[in-house]
């Protein structure tokens, strides 16, 4: 290091010390801190940051020999550093994970799950068991879901349709002065509407009978009008007085809903001869609802529940904990799930009640809502290292590469030891990465990484952008995911993220980019090869573009940002001690007027440090607009999309990005770290980084990086695999 | 050097016991008790509210001190409830800025602004800050009602990305934290809240329904009971931290449903805006104060905190004509139009409020009305959203002391010397509250 003390200690001495670094003091520190102090030197002098435009220039062989001592003290000392393993807190079920895991063991879907409060993210993903908080309204919301996946896994339906019947005079006044009843009957004598809820305990045809009568009075009939959900199904004429069934047959989907019948066309003619004559009303008996329909089909992942219906509540218990609990069964918990269920029969409940109450306890159970990973058998002294248990590991990989519960074939491969080598992890972690299920990697990793996820929020003006809707959201949200999973599924080198020569679209994503051809509702590859450079890789997906936008305008700074914490995994840095005015970009009409604010706030020192990298990132990307179009300015002429980067490296406009970033190996290096931090649930420490660059930049050498590679290192790692004892 | 007597906005009870006289006590409790027994002593009730980016500080301040004569434009739609109202100004939350943390100041907003302590900087590992002032009275009165506190938000979490420059989005989205390291969750679907106090309104549950349903529930509660015992003596160190924030909630939820076992309480009716669109914020803000109103009312809970927005909320208001991001407006740079934006937004928040503090004003409680008998305050944890400032804060202290005036602290007196008033009315014992010097002198 002999380089890196000449050339650099004159001004990170002792007494100048500047930017809090002490060259001598941090080569003789720690492994640790020395190792990472090398790396931080290295990436800042090949990026060109040091040394600075006002110090001696470094000529090119100072510089390359420079990088050359620290690369190979790196390569030397890194693989002798010892990570410890650390301990993970428990980690409670994501939204995502509780969903995941309840389609996959019982196939149903509970929009319940909806209701949960958000879950608190810790370093951008929802897998961080410190960040997750757990508070009775948590509670709340995981019983209730609980009863609502029980009643659709213990079904009473004996075959034959399940009829709901609504009294008229039950149900309750939704718009209209009143209404009033007679002999069980509502009666509607002025214009209005009244309506109830009822449950569909699964989607299918549904029919819907309307028993009503009327009287009559003026020129037309009694009119009538039958509403689903607010949508009006049917204008009906009522013109018998004696209640007769008026039915709708219609399909219906899993859930609450509401009918609501209304009385649209009240007529009063006081002087008319005939007493009969004088007054329009409806009157509603009572409104049926039948279905499904059709004759429930278990979903096959529910099949074991038909064998539940002969055993006894304690094989049933079994059965239930074996799934739920992913694998750990102990006496005691099927015990007390026995219990319950013999309590609600001999409370009057039926079998399928009791089975239900069952289902509905394993699921609130802290076995099931967190990920515990129990301690080991053998004393260890505190802070020894031991293998994670075999089916912690397991449900570690499930988690990680499927979002869910392991299922039984991995249960298997944790109970005959195969998970027992380092070897054994990583073959069972690539046949995982085979199965579909490992498509979750990109809407739950890649969704967060990239803040995909964020898309819901953004409300660019409608004004502004019009036909920004749901629909749009959703199809950029799934152009970039199939980037991912075209790079992930096909083996490619995972740098083709930034620079792929195609992309997926819709119908809607074509025209919103001005793609021409014929496209249809689903995706499909569009080659772009030959063609405008504008969406080819990440950069130019209208995603993240949409993302990091304000309402009305772009925002250079919070892209550049996203670049930098995301791409790069370098989180700007801290402004000066007394200086914690940051301010956002000024309101500006236009972008060169953006550009020139922003030079105006980079001239203030204390704002410079993080935004000069930032902004140019940002402002490489100004041919895009708030929601990600291409634009241009008010003559049609380009707009300036070129920056200069504190390095004095000349940054052309996305294509330039593009390159800068493929070339740079932090992009690699910012993917592994956050995978690992995905995957083990907690920040990577300073040694652990160094290990992660150091094996990503090995991997580098030796040729293309795939997906599968990064997936290979993060289950091999010590994190993955080992832990600290705790007594 | 100057003597606590300069410092104006100390409270007398503290400035007494500062010079060792402790003798002004129990005169002033005997005081209380006299009040109270002019009529039936209505629960004391209290919220607070959260509002996020600061406010437009030449249009909330009041010119004068003392006396409420000419409200600003902002406080304007105050006017009704006037005689209410303590404005004050030079209140600070030190534990918001940065002390050498760096960028952050919205997420330190959120997280010292009940807990008036200085967070942790972390994106995710060992959050740190504080107990909040609203659960720490929780822990004390809250087991006299249903639930112990209410938390509603406006806006649920960020679903993805760091909240806010390196701090783990707990420490935004929060302003409840029942212990240093544990933010309390919020609700912010109106229909649910709705829903947890006086049950789904679309349910329709018939009385032998209901009773089988908190019968099962109590059951299914019992046996997780028992299992997250059984786990915690095997686990150690954090993670039985994390199973003891389990069992508490299963053991408040269990206390809640025995007490629905035994009461027949008719719910009342679903206010219409619980039913409100999505998309239409004005009418789910409405529903929410509602619901705060009918909690009060119906004493399901004296406590409750209200975030108006996450911090650093970047909602736009496009109703109020205003498309641009509240946070992105926030930053103006004096530009008039972003000023004109934040002014709209600002005054909107608080024409909501004085409509909340009408109804309460409406309703009985005991022998006076529910305002009577109901502390709120209502703040930001930054001053000027382009400063980031976290001294001279714009606070509304309502029914915490004397109203319809004007209370200029000097600079820097803890806003937990406020908590420390608020605390003290609600019949707490606490004599400090995070960094709190003494109490607020109110009158």
């Given amino acids: ?727 | 050097m100057k003597s606590t007597f300069q410092n104006r906005c100390l409270d007398r009870r503290t400035v007494l016991r500062g010079i060792g006289a402790c003798v002004s006590l129990p005169f002033l409790d005997a005081m209380e008790r006299a009040v109270a027994s002019r009529g039936v002593a209505a629960p004391r009730r209290t919220l607070f509210v959260f509002a996020p980016n600061g406010k437009k500080m030449d249009e909330w301040r009041p010119k004068s001190e003392g006396a409420l004569k000419q409200l600003p434009f902002l406080l304007e739609p105050l006017a009704p409830v006037r005689d209410h109202i303590a404005v004050i100004s030079g209140l600070a939350l030190d534990g918001g800025r940065a002390h050498g943390d760096g960028p952050g100041d919205h997420a330190r907003a959120a997280a010292s602004f009940l807990t008036c302590a200085h967070p942790r900087k972390t994106g995710g590992a060992d959050l740190e800050v504080g107990v909040s002032v609203d659960q720490l009275l929780a822990s004390e009165i809250g087991a006299s009602t249903r639930f112990p506190s209410l938390e509603l938000g406006m806006e649920r979490g960020a679903a993805a990305g760091i909240c806010d420059s390196g701090y783990s989005c707990a420490y935004s989205n929060n302003v409840s934290w029942r212990s240093k390291d544990t933010p309390v969750a919020k609700e912010t679907e109106p229909r649910a809240v709705f829903a947890r106090m006086f049950g789904d309104p679309e349910a329709a549950l018939d009385q032998r329904a209901r009773a089988a349903l908190l019968a099962s529930r109590r059951s299914v509660l019992d046996a997780s009971l028992a299992e997250a015992k059984s786990l915690a003596r095997q686990l150690g160190g954090r993670d039985r931290a994390k199973l003891a924030v389990y069992l508490d909630s299963v053991r408040e939820l269990e206390r809640r449903i025995e007490r629905e076992q035994q009461s027949q309480q008719d719910a009342p009716p679903a206010p219409k805006n619980v039913f409100a669109e999505r998309g239409d914020f004005a009418a789910r803000l409405d529903a929410m104060y509602e619901l705060i109103a009918l909690a009060f009312e119906t004493d399901q809970t004296r406590v409750a905190t209200f975030m108006l927005g996450n911090a650093g909320s970047n909602r736009s208001y496009r109703f109020l004509s205003v498309p641009e991001g509240h946070h992105d407006l926030s930053h103006h740079g004096n530009d008039p139009h972003k000023l004109a934006g934040i002014r709209a937004i600002n005054r909107f928040h608080v024409e909501r409020f004085a409509a909340f503090l009408q109804r309460l004003q409406s309703t009985k409680s005991g022998s006076g009305t529910l305002l009577d008998a109901t502390a709120v305050v209502y703040a930001s944890g930054i001053s000027d959203g382009d400063r980031h400032n976290h001294d001279d804060l714009p606070v509304l202290a309502v029914g915490v002391g004397r109203g319809g005036r004007h209370l200029v602290c000097d600079k820097e007196t803890p806003m937990a010397n406020l908590f420390v008033s608020v605390l003290r009315r609600a019949g707490s014992q606490q004599e400090r509250f995070g960094d709190s010097t003494g109490a607020l002198d109110l009158g």
């Avoid at chain 1, 002792?14 to 003789?28: C, N, P, T, V, Y």
């Avoid at chain 1, 608190?120 to 757990?134: E, K, N, T, W």
């Avoid at chain 1, 809903?257 to 007493?275: G, K, Q, S, T, Y």
């Avoid at chain 1, 075999?390 to 030891?417: H, I, K, T, V």
Wanted: glycine share 8%.
């Fill in chain 1, 1 to 727: 290091m002999v380089v890196v003390e000449q050339r650099c200690a004159e001004c990170h001495d002792e007494s100048a010390h500047k930017g809090g670094l002490d060259i001598a003091h941090a080569l003789r520190a720690d492994p640790a801190a020395r190792l990472s102090a090398i790396s931080e030197i290295r990436d800042r002098v090949r990026a060109f940051e040091m040394p600075p435009s006002d110090a001696d220039p470094m000529t090119e062989g100072e510089r390359s020999a420079l990088l050359l001592a620290c690369d190979a003290t790196l390569a030397r000392e890194v693989p002798l550093l010892k990570p410890s393993p650390g301990r993970v807190t428990v980690r409670r079920l994501s939204r995502t994970h509780w969903d995941r895991c309840i389609e996959d063991l019982f196939g149903v879907a509970s929009m319940r799950a909806n209701a949960f409060p958000a879950d608190d993210l810790g370093y951008g993903f929802d897998s961080i068991g410190d960040a997750m908080s757990f508070s009775t309204l948590h509670l709340e919301a995981y019983l209730a879901a609980a009863e609502d996946v029980a009643a659709q896994v213990f079904v009473d339906e004996d075959g034959t349709t399940p009829v709901r019947t609504i009294e008229g005079e039950a149900m309750d006044l939704v718009r209209g002065p009143g209404f009033g009843s007679d002999s069980d009957v509502a009666v509607l004598y002025a214009n209005a509407t009244i309506g109830a809820a009822f449950d569909a305990v699964r989607e299918g045809t549904f029919r819907i009978s309307v028993h009503a009568g009327a009287s009559q009075a003026g020129d037309a009939p009694t009119r009538m009008m039958v509403a689903l959900d607010g949508r009006e199904l049917a204008q009906i004429d009522v013109t018998q007085r004696a209640p007769k069934a008026e039915s709708i047959t219609l399909p219906i989907g899993t859930g609450k809903h509401r009918i609501e019948v209304a009385f649209v066309n009240d007529f009063w003619d006081p002087d008319n001869p005939d007493p009969a004559r004088r007054d329009r009303n409806l009157f509603v008996d009572r409104v049926v609802i039948e279905g499904p329909l059709e004759p429930r089909v278990a979903p096959p992942q529910q099949q074991w529940i038909a064998a539940t219906k002969t055993m006894t509540f304690e094989a049933g218990a079994r059965a239930i904990a074996a799934r739920v609990f992913r694998g750990v069964v102990d006496a005691e918990h099927v015990r007390r799930l026995a219990k319950i269920a013999q309590q609600r029969t001999e409370a009057g409940g039926t079998r399928s009640e009791a089975m239900r109450v069952m289902l509905a306890a394993a699921l609130t159970s802290p076995r099931f809502l967190f990920r515990i990973e129990p301690p080991s058998q053998a004393k260890l002294a505190e802070g020894a290292i031991e293998p994670v248990p075999p089916l912690a590991l397991a449900s570690r990989l499930s988690f990680f590469l499927w979002s869910s519960c392991l299922d039984e074939e991995l249960l298997a491969a944790a109970r005959n030891g195969e998970l027992a080598s380092t070897r054994g992890v990583r073959d069972r972690a690539m046949r995982m990465l085979a199965d579909p299920r490992a498509d979750r990697i990109a809407s739950d990793f890649a969704g967060q990484w990239l803040e995909l996820r964020s898309l819901d929020s953004r409300t660019p003006d409608p004004a502004m952008f019009p036909g920004f809707d749901d629909a749009l959201r959703e199809a950029m949200r799934r152009e970039t995911e199939l980037l991912f999973l075209a790079v992930m599924r096909e083996g490619r080198d995972v740098r083709d993220l930034l620079d792929a020569d195609f992309t997926h679209v819709d119908a809607r994503l074509a025209r919103f980019y001005g793609i021409e051809g014929e496209f249809s509702d689903a995706f499909s590859r569009v080659s772009l090869a030959n063609g405008s450079d504008a969406r080819r890789g990440l950069l130019g997906h209208a995603s993240w573009l949409a993302v990091t936008s304000n309402p009305t305008r772009t925002s250079p700074v919070k892209r550049g940002k996203w670049v930098m914490e995301n791409l790069l995994d370098q989180a700007p840095p801290p402004p000066p001690p007394g200086n914690a005015i940051f301010g956002d970009e000024q309101s500006v009409a236009t972008p060169a007027g953006l550009r020139a604010q922003l030079a105006a706030h980079r001239a203030r020192s204390e704002c410079a440090g993080c935004h000069e990298r930032m902004d140019a990132f940002g402002f490489a990307l100004e041919q895009y607009d708030a929601i990600g179009r291409h634009r241009f300015g008010p003559d049609g002429e380009p707009i300036d999309a070129s920056s200069t980067l504190p390095s004095g490296v000349r940054v052309d406009g996305v294509v330039g990005l593009r390159t800068l970033l493929r070339d740079d190996p932090a992009f690699l290096r910012a993917l592994l770290r956050k995978l690992f931090v995905y995957a083990v649930g907690r920040d990577a420490s300073v040694v652990e980084r160094l290990v992660l660059d150091a094996s990503i930049d090995r991997s580098a050498m030796l040729g293309p990086v795939r997906f599968a590679d990064l997936i290979g290192i993060v289950v091999e790692s010590d994190a993955f695999r080992l832990r600290e004892a705790i007594r």
